[in-house]
């Protein structure tokens, strides 16, 4: 009688989830299928190659020197003669002509160009006189002999081992090897965490190499700089070198100075790769509404309860600029002159020798116009913040031709992958000459007769045309014509108040109501329809990023403010926001991206609250005089990071509203392994794919690259299942995924209380450090630190493109029969040293940045923490039906599979 009254409750238990589920979510539930035969349990293994995948090619070159003709090598495709004149093929073997320098070099880097796996290279030796010289991770496109390397001389009856970007070097003694002419067979080794010689086979010497950016959390790849340990082959310690500038990767060379002697059977590795993503018709949409980041002051992005629902006819503008081209000139880095040398070297500095100057360097390193990874990178970013299209600025007589048309044509190329991107305008400037000029130059690019159709899905339309900025007042009949055919267009200029003129930037004033007001952009016969919001002003008025309302503060430091904390919180911005906001326009267009540079216009003797002689910089100077949102590196504890941007994505959201959050459905016990078993769980959430691109570019500063070839498994999705006792993950990548046995493989981060003061940055657990035996490690964050405690064991497999993962629900502080809710995250190959900002460049990130996916599955509790987090309880924040309903059902669900749990206990216990 009472299992019949047990099974009776339990049947209307589940009827009621059935059908509470079924009318709000209209999905059917499905019997758990048999494990699939394919699954398997992985004890992942180091790869150390490039993932098959990305492989375009690889091949091990040799030359054997038969070819006697000097053009044949000249030509090849993988070598070239670095020095021709002494270069002679006799015997089949490789000498000087008269002892004539010769020099030869692989066409690319040894091995890959990211320095994922490296390469060998090597050759056979006579040498009777003269000098041999190897460089390896020559890291400029065209190689030659002066670059700066990791320097190999053999000379007399040394070897001298020297890094040329510290000028330091060790010597060994090889006379056992190179004595007499004898020959020997020379092999170098060189992967990403080291360097080795081998002499006939016995390990002369290693240079191990290890980045910054593995051992501190204030560098990235972006920022390199790396330790040297020169160590002989008996393990002896040479030398000990820090903040080398050697890279990851780079080319081979090979010289031969007043040599006498052959080398023969030279080879070297080379593999090309091919990263590229298929095109398709088929847009791939990603719902942010269920994205959600805390900045580093603790401030959360609201969602859609506090947001409002997505406004369709609200659009939102970035200034962007492609003004850094770099061009072989030096970096001057204001915050970094300031934090190394002080206030006083600075201003010594900017009154004698001043220039063109970054303010601070940009997150992802000073990057040039042509920096197509960046493009793709700020894709992403500007997807996810909800910017609608960008205004490049051409207002200064220049249109930076190959800076664009790298830019629309990444921007396009992510199109046809079937990503988004936002959409792009061109901003001329006031000077009608100016927008003639810059009209003239475009029809030569985007806007040329044979590029119109290609690039128009990229254009910026307001009422049905393509956008463009400018006055139009003085421009020739016949482009006046053209544009009136083609454009809409609107004047567009600081501080303007005039109809048929929009605003990038005005301040905040209170219009003697009590009301802090802004100019109003309107189209020509005075309709209002755009605000600007800007992140800062002007150095040189003084008036920064703290400058709101009127009043811009004043410590009287004398130090250009670079001691004041306040910059970091976005002030002056915020009020700019509010003010737009309470307008409520069509279009609120933001001042600005990524500016990051400005000249020294002399003939002032104060700027930024500064006493200084004869220097003027007027835009942009330092972290609290500048005005990007685009996050940047923090030295030293001066600057934001991303403050700005997560600010600027929290207020995009307040302004045009959000999407809904999708909850959790379809809940159930997957079978083990079994990825159909999947198919009815929702929601799928889903990252940017595209994201794990390599970076091989030059900066500003022609003098070095940045090589980051970290990422490794692209995510596509990830999916979130639970029933009374466990919880149940499933993650996509986009490839094969490439299975490794490192502590940063594909790691799952939980924010179980959705609190960004508990825990590593709001995260309270994470899995998957070690694994062993179809099991991987739950760890708990050890406090706010890095550091993390084992707390068991949870199950998983791998197939192919999936990763599921099971864990007790114990071992992550719920109880039986308690439906969670949380945050989570998936990275891989990400930071080592708990530098959340590398979730930026390193790896991959799922979703992209600080940004967790929110995972719902019980109404009740989530409305407390979104009543406490988001509106400090002032608000009643209601989910919408709908939403509660399918919460309600996931909750019963839950309740309902604790009860099966609860019979068979007692029947177990009855037996």
Wanted: net charge negative.
């Amino acid at each position: 009688m009472k299992q019949t009254r047990n099974n009776a409750i339990l049947s209307a238990a589940v009827r009621l989830a059935v059908l509470i589920l079924t009318c709000a979510l209209l999905l059917p539930l499905s019997a758990v299928r048999a494990a699939a035969d394919d699954a398997e349990n992985v004890s992942p293994k180091l790869t150390g190659e490039v993932p098959a995948w990305a492989v375009k090619s690889s091949q091990r070159y040799t030359f054997d020197f038969s070819e006697t003709d000097a053009t044949y090598y000249s030509k090849h495709e993988a070598l070239k003669l670095v020095t021709r004149d002494g270069f002679k093929v006799s015997d089949g073997r490789l000498v000087s002509d008269n002892k004539r320098a010769l020099a030869v070099a692989t066409r690319g880097y040894l091995g890959d160009d990211y320095g994922i796996a490296g390469g060998a290279a090597g050759f056979k030796l006579s040498r009777g006189s003269g000098t041999v010289t190897v460089q390896l991770r020559v890291s400029s496109g065209d190689p030659k002999k002066s670059d700066l390397a990791l320097r190999f001389e053999f000379k007399n009856d040394k070897l001298k081992v020297k890094d040329d970007t510290l000028n330091k070097s060790a010597e060994l003694d090889v006379s056992k090897y190179l004595a007499d002419g004898r020959e020997v067979n020379v092999e170098f080794i060189d992967r990403p965490t080291y360097v080795s010689l081998k002499l006939d086979g016995d390990t002369l010497l290693t240079v191990y190499y290890t980045e910054n950016a593995a051992q501190e959390s204030g560098y990235s790849v972006s920022n390199y700089g790396a330790a040297l340990r020169f160590v002989d082959g008996s393990g002896s310690e040479l030398l000990k070198l820090e903040n080398s500038q050697l890279q990851r990767a780079g080319s081979f060379i090979l010289s031969l100075d007043s040599f006498v002697g052959y080398v023969d059977d030279l080879f070297f590795d080379r593999t090309e790769i091919d990263q590229s993503l298929p095109e398709t018709d088929t847009a791939r949409v990603v719902d942010y509404g269920n994205w959600v980041a805390t900045d580093d002051l603790g401030r959360v992005t609201r969602m859609e309860t506090s947001a409002g629902p997505f406004r369709e006819n609200r659009t939102v503008g970035l200034f962007y600029f492609l003004c850094w081209v770099g061009a072989g000139i030096h970096v001057q880095d204001n915050t970094k002159i300031y934090l190394e040398n002080g206030v006083d070297y600075l201003k010594k500095y900017l009154e004698e020798r001043g220039g063109e100057a970054y303010w601070a360097e940009p997150y992802f390193g000073y990057y040039r116009n042509e920096d197509t990874w960046v493009y793709r990178r700020h894709a992403y970013m500007l997807e996810a913040a909800g910017v609608d299209f960008i205004f490049l600025d051409v207002s200064n007589k220049e249109v930076f031709k190959a800076g664009h048309m790298a830019l629309f044509d990444t921007w396009l190329q992510i199109r046809k992958e079937g990503g988004h991107t936002p959409q792009i305008c061109f901003l001329t400037g006031d000077d009608p000459k100016t927008f003639q000029a810059d009209v003239r130059n475009l029809q030569r690019t985007v806007y040329s007769d044979k590029n119109w159709a290609k690039y128009e899905e990229l254009f910026f339309k307001w009422q049905g045309k393509p956008l463009i900025l400018g006055n139009i007042d003085g421009v020739s009949a016949e482009v006046k014509e053209y544009l009136d055919e083609k454009f809409t267009v609107r004047g567009c200029w600081a501080w303007c108040d005039a109809d048929g003129y929009w605003t990038w930037m005005d301040e905040t004033w209170n219009d003697g109501k009590g009301n802090w007001v802004q100019h109003k952009g309107r189209d020509s016969e005075g309709n209002f329809e755009q605000m600007s919001v800007t992140a800062g002003h002007h150095a040189s008025s003084s008036k920064g990023r703290s400058y709101v309302n009127g009043v811009q503060p004043n410590p009287k430091t004398d130090d250009f403010l670079f001691t004041y904390d306040e910059s970091r919180k976005g002030l002056g911005f915020a009020s700019q926001w509010e003010a737009a906001i309470k307008a409520d326009p069509q279009v609120i267009m933001i001042t600005g991206w990524n500016e990051w540079i400005a000249g020294n216009g002399r003939g002032s003797n104060y700027m930024a609250l500064t006493r200084i002689n004869n220097v003027c910089y007027v835009d942009e100077f330092n972290p609290e005089f500048s005005r990007d949102v685009e996050p940047m590196k923090i030295r030293d504890g001066v600057g934001f990071g991303d403050n700005f941007y997560y600010q600027m994505v929290d207020y995009i959201r307040k302004y045009k509203g959000m999407a809904p959050l999708q909850v959790a459905s379809g809940q159930k016990t997957p079978a083990s392994g079994d990825i159909d078993s999947w198919a009815e769980v929702g929601p799928e959430f889903r990252d940017h794919v595209g994201d794990t691109e390599y970076r091989n570019t030059v900066s500003y500063d022609a003098a070095f690259r940045y090589i980051n070839g970290t990422g490794r498994n692209d995510i596509d999705y990830a999916k979130v299942s639970q029933d009374a006792d466990k919880l149940y993950f499933l993650v996509k990548t986009v490839n094969d995924m490439v299975v490794c046995d490192d502590n940063t493989w594909m790691n799952l981060l939980i924010d179980a209380d959705m609190k960004h003061d508990t825990g590593w940055e709001g995260y309270d657990f994470i899995l998957n450090r070690s694994r062993a035996d179809g099991k991987l490690s739950v760890e708990r964050f050890d406090g706010n630190s890095w550091t993390s405690i084992k707390l068991g064991d949870a199950e998983y497999t791998v197939n192919e493109k999936y990763l599921t993962v099971t864990v007790d629900k114990s071992l992550l502080g719920w109880k039986s029969g308690e439906a969670a809710n949380f945050d989570f995250k998936w990275t891989d190959n990400s930071t080592e040293t708990g530098n959340i900002l590398e979730f930026m460049d390193l790896g991959e990130a799922a979703p992209d940045d600080r940004f967790n996916f929110r995972y719902i599955a019980d109404a009740e509790s989530y409305s407390k923490v979104i009543d406490e987090l988001e509106n400090g309880g002032k608000k009643d924040n209601k989910l919408p039906i709908p939403a509660l309903i399918a919460i309600i059902g996931v909750t019963v669900l839950v309740a309902a599979a604790a009860v099966v749990v609860a019979i068979n206990n007692r029947k177990k216990s009855d037996k």
